[in-house]
């Protein structure tokens, strides 16, 4: 009895100890994650109310959002930086909500398990605990102005400070997937004797993909701050960070994911630094000393074009070092990898091009340059629209290893000398390129108070003719049988008629190994192995994107024959 008594008061003791250890690891997390937000309050704005004069145009004081013709809302925001987000976000509300409804719906489609979502969340709030610690005061305090229009429906995420906070390093874990095809972006550039008129012409796409909705209200967003220098980016609801932007000093910065390790710690943003180089830069070597100044946690190529140095150059960036890469020739391109000596990855040096979709793309872009080494507006809308591989091989509508993905958020051209810049309509890059002369913008933003466009008519660049063709019907039929697809997967469900099915989405898009993937996928979902090895095996004679993605496949195969 005694000893029975003695194993209770252990298992007693044990359990409290237990107990007391959880309750410390909850508090030490709740204390360690919390992020308090910058102690500023201006009542004469915060009781700001939004003037609307019709569903295309709404003010604050000399602020204002309108949407154009062409479907694109532009935003013209001034003053200081608790002003400037505090008005941002009134103005923009309902696509805060939006934009952050859409990211966490395109989240829970990509990771279907409740339990490893709670495991996320809690990962990368303690991963991020320290992330104000990493951001200049500026833009804390404009992302709290920004962050007091999100809605509470998300307080299970965090805090709306917190959570506009750490959505501003979304960019960058989308970088750390890169496998995943969250971000696969396209730059180039040319000058003297690889431009028409010898000045800098640039073009981007920025593949940042986390579903259709995501990129439906883009914000064109013309910023005149209380210190430093004016400047426009493209954005959406609740974000600051510059991923692709001009200012009035012809300086243009945009982002190109480079391979990187997992990170373990918080840092800056790499949309922020963007920011700041175009708010604060009118040279590569001063957004390169800007640049120097900040800790990020991803690999990132920062595309600086610079009317006064009359070049482009890349600004490559790890965690650990930082060098600033210049072509020898009067054209440079970017795609998702280091290009200087001391930055290079020796897998990528050593690699087959066809191995890796960075080196495919890069040396598709030198491909279509060299055809139209003068480059001008419409040389550089073509190429940025280019669907094909090497030699103009049909590669499949929305292969990796094409410029022209089908899942851009935005593409851009940047004339730096003139201040013109021509913006993407939806969808994708397939939309008419609109043109802005930031000159003019600036010159005329103050006191609107009423719909008037200010973009150059005369400049529009036409959308692109497949945006009309059958393809782009297959397209978007075969991202519907997709969609069915990986409900009846995740449902456990089979499909009625799906051999139909299947011969329906080979096709519509015969080239394309994801095709054979999603079928593949399917029959080994339901034990049918015979047919899944097929599938994949038809997937391993199209052009995969990286070696990876093939030696997956390969796995599945061997799995399924044993």
């Known amino acids: 009895m005694h000893r029975i008594k003695k194993t209770g008061r252990v298992l007693l003791k044990t359990i409290a100890i237990i107990a007391l250890v959880i309750f410390i690891l909850i508090l030490t997390f709740k204390v360690t994650t919390k992020i308090n937000p910058p102690k500023v309050s201006n009542p004469d704005i915060e009781n700001l109310q939004i003037a609307q004069v019709d569903s295309s145009f709404f003010y604050i004081k000399n602020n204002w959002l309108q949407k154009n013709n062409e479907g694109l809302w532009e935003m013209y925001i001034e003053g200081e930086a608790y002003e400037r987000g505090l008005i941002n976000g009134k103005l923009t509300k309902k696509f805060i909500y939006k934009q952050e409804n859409a990211f966490l719906n395109q989240i829970k489609v990509m990771i279907p398990s409740e339990s490893y979502l709670k495991f996320l969340k809690n990962f990368l709030a303690f991963f991020n605990r320290n992330i104000d610690k990493h951001i200049i005061p500026e833009y804390q305090e404009e992302i709290f102005g920004i962050s007091q229009s999100a809605s509470h429906q998300f307080d299970f995420i965090g805090s709306n400070y917190h959570r506009i906070l750490n959505y501003h390093a979304a960019h960058d874990i989308g970088h750390a997937l890169q496998n995943m095809n969250l971000v696969a972006c396209t730059a180039f550039a040319g000058w003297n004797t690889f431009s028409e008129d010898s000045s800098i012409i640039i073009g981007r796409n920025f593949d940042f993909y986390v579903g259709d909705e995501f990129a439906e209200d883009k914000i064109i967003m013309f910023c005149n701050p209380e210190h430093g220098y004016n400047f426009m980016i493209i954005t959406w609801g609740g974000m600051i960070g510059a991923t692709s932007g001009m200012n009035d000093q012809g300086l243009t910065v945009t982002l190109n994911a480079s391979k990187s390790e997992i990170p373990f710690g918080a840092a800056t943003p790499i949309s922020l630094v963007a920011r700041e180089i175009l708010q604060y830069a009118s040279t590569i070597d001063e957004a390169y000393e800007i640049a120097k100044k900040r800790k990020t946690f991803v690999s990132e190529s920062l595309f600086i074009g610079s009317a006064k140095d009359g070049k482009t150059a890349t600004i490559e960036k790890s965690p650990k070092k930082q060098a600033l890469f210049e072509s020898n020739s009067d054209f440079i391109i970017c795609s998702n990898h280091f290009q200087d000596k001391e930055m290079q990855l020796p897998e990528l040096l050593e690699a087959n091009a066809s191995d890796y979709a960075t080196l495919y793309r890069f040396n598709r872009v030198n491909e279509l340059i060299h055809q139209n080494p003068k480059l001008t507006i419409n040389s550089v809308v073509k190429i940025l629209r280019d669907q094909n591989g090497m030699n103009n091989e049909d590669i499949g509508m929305g292969n990796e290893k094409a410029i022209n993905q089908l899942i851009a958020h ?108 999603y079928i593949g996928d399917y029959f080994a979902h339901f034990s049918i192995n015979d047919k899944a090895i097929l599938a994949y095996n038809k997937a391993l004679t199209k052009e995969m994107p990286n070696i990876y993605q093939s030696e997956n496949i390969r796995s599945k195969i061997n799995a399924l024959s044993n």
């Open 410 to 517: 935005h593409s851009v051209i940047f004339k730096p000398n003139d201040l013109k810049v021509w913006v993407s309509t939806a969808p994708f890059q397939l939309g008419k390129f609109i043109c802005y002369d930031l000159k003019k913008v600036f010159e005329t933003a103050e006191n609107k108070r009423s719909f008037k466009p200010i973009h150059e008519e005369d400049l529009t660049i036409p959308a692109d003719t497949f945006l009309y063709s059958k393809n782009y019907q297959s397209f978007n039929r075969f991202k519907e049988i997709r969609t069915q697809i990986q409900a009846s997967l995740k449902t456990n469900k089979r499909i009625q008629d799906e051999n139909l099915l299947f011969k329906e989405i080979v096709e519509l898009n015969p080239e394309f190994f994801e095709t054979y993937i």
